[in-house]
């Protein structure tokens, strides 16, 4: 801690508001982080909010978004339960229940390029979920 070139030139707001509250303000400075960590559950419209995100950004600026795989175990197991009670993706994708191919598929569509990290080890087995014999 003797040694923090850094400190003092970070500056940040600390604001509690939905980001469709945030995002209907007057347009301010670009910000050259901007995180959404497990959030883009909760918002109104995925597409929008991703997008206000993005052009929000600075030259240069990260956008970290984390949300659930539908690789992951949990992830398939909704996906399979919504389709099992006739939810698909339009209805879904009103819900909270969308996962990070929601998330790749719009920024596919905008020809914005990331990058996609593994996903941590699940603590959750759901695998008897999947057993054929286990429909009835």
Known sequence: MEHEPHRGRLTFDWLQQTAEEYFSQEAGDKCHLIHAIHVLYHVDDLKVTLMNMWDSLADG????????????????????????????????????????????????????HYSVTPTSPEDIDVTECFKEERKK
Not at 83 to 104: F, N, Q
């Open 61 to 112: 600026g990260s956008m970290v978004v984390m949300i659930e795989s539908g690789e992951s175990n949990f992830g398939r197991w909704r996906l399979k339960v919504l389709e099992a009670l006739g939810v698909h993706e339009d209805k879904r994708m009103a819900t909270c229940l969308r996962v990070s191919s929601d998330v790749m598929k719009i920024l596919d569509n905008k020809d914005i």
